[in-house]
């Protein structure tokens, strides 16, 4: 654990970031609050996450890990605040097959570790009278039909979790939740599919549906992502290798995803390793798991994976994709607006902003890049018609 310190009233926290953060709210002293988030460079929606899970009572994925959840993880070039928390919050949803069903090879219970779980039932049963003259085996049965029972029914345990389905969080239509800023509605509407899968119906009947492959690679995504498809929304002729390529996923001429690809800056390593990421252009569920716009995703498309070193702008259908795997939020998923973008990202976008040069990137910047790559590159080479015998077979 990390030893973080608050010196308005002397006071050491011995604790990691994130329950240090619980306390200081706890203590409803609005000048500490305020000291606090400032020494810390805590942003907005980290605030107001945590605030919302503990005000409902709403269990963590694991209280060891409140500083990924809270998103006060500093992990230097992999980013920082909602980077770090998304990352966390996205390896810990799980997977649903085609009829909705959860995937059991996990070893966590709606994103609760299992180790957590059954601690959490133990404690409940010699808390209580009736339970303390168990034996083993009864304590056991116990503990696994309480599980059961969480798994079935969470809001009969945590009351509060059905707060998680307000329209204002589950839609992406909506507004915003009262005093909630973009960052935390974000994070809440994937969290909430912790325990409520979405339906394909409605606002996202028509959203396309992929899974998360069995084998996949090494996706690099640290905080300089966002710069690089910066780079890629200005063509330049330096005279070097700058070209800013990159490669468009479609339905019927409809981007769906935007992907860096190229001579500029595109690794790919000898282990299929590459930071030749992308970004959904419209909300798209993989594995179950629905994911707004603007979310980092790796790319296992069909054939040679060599396409993303080809130099200029590809098109491909999306029949092409193989499998997605969903990485974590980019500043992108934020609209542009330069308050909403810090209070979700934090020192994340000032080191973002403070390395662009070029008009700062947007999800409707994005799609008419890839709109225009998708016309130029899917258009037929025009060739010379020959007059044949219409009655011929």
Do not use: W
């Not at 990352?87 to 997977?95: A, Q, W």
């Not at 662009?356 to 999800?363: F, R, V, Y």
């Not at 130029?376 to 010379?384: A, Y």
């Amino acid at each position: 654990m990390t030893q973080d310190t608050y010196d308005v009233k002397k006071v050491e926290y011995p604790f990691s970031s994130g329950l240090s953060l619980a306390i200081v709210l706890a203590s409803g002293d609005s000048q500490k609050i305020k000291q606090y988030l400032k020494e810390k460079e805590i942003p907005q929606s980290s605030v107001e996450i945590l605030n919302f899970i503990l005000n409902n009572n709403i269990p963590f994925e694991s209280m060891s890990k409140m500083d990924r959840i809270a998103g006060l993880e500093r992990a230097g070039r992999y980013g920082n605040q909602l980077a770090m928390s998304t990352k966390s919050l996205i390896e810990s949803l799980p997977r649903r097959d085609a009829n909705g069903e959860l995937d059991k090879s996990s070893q966590k219970v709606f994103g609760i570790d299992y180790l957590d779980l059954e601690n959490t039932f133990y404690d409940y049963s010699i808390s209580h009278q009736s339970f303390i003259n168990l034996s083993y085996e009864e304590r056991e049965a116990f503990i696994q039909k309480k599980i059961n029972e969480f798994t079935k029914n969470p809001e009969n345990f945590y009351p509060g979790v059905k707060k998680l389905l307000d329209p204002s969080i589950r839609s992406l239509n909506s507004e915003l939740p009262n005093g909630m800023s973009e960052g935390a509605k974000l994070y809440l509407f994937l969290y909430s599919q912790v325990f409520y899968p979405i339906e394909k119906t409605g606002e996202y009947a028509d959203c396309d549906t992929f899974e998360i492959p069995n084998k996949v690679t090494s996706y690099y995504f640290c905080k300089d992502s966002e710069f690089y498809f910066n780079s890629r929304i200005d063509v330049k002729n330096t005279g070097r290798e700058t070209s800013p390529d990159r490669t468009v996923f479609h339905r019927n001429g409809k981007p769906i995803l935007l992907q860096k690809t190229g001579g500029y800056k595109t690794e790919f390593g000898d282990k299929g390793s590459t930071n030749a990421t992308a970004l959904n252009l419209e909300p798209i569920f993989v594995s179950g798991i629905l994911y707004p716009p603007g979310t980092l995703f790796g790319v296992v498309k069909k054939g040679d994976p060599g396409y993303v070193k080809k130099k200029g702008n590809q098109s491909f259908d999306i029949s092409e994709i193989e499998g997605l795997v969903p990485l974590r939020l980019s500043i992108y998923s934020i609209s542009p607006d330069a308050k909403q973008r810090e209070d979700a990202f934090g020192v994340h976008y000032k080191d973002f902003k403070g390395a662009i040069q070029n008009e700062e990137g947007s999800l409707e910047i994005f799609k008419k890049i890839a709109k225009t790559v998708t016309e130029e590159v899917s258009t037929p080479t025009p060739t010379i018609q020959y007059f044949s015998n219409p009655y011929s077979s």
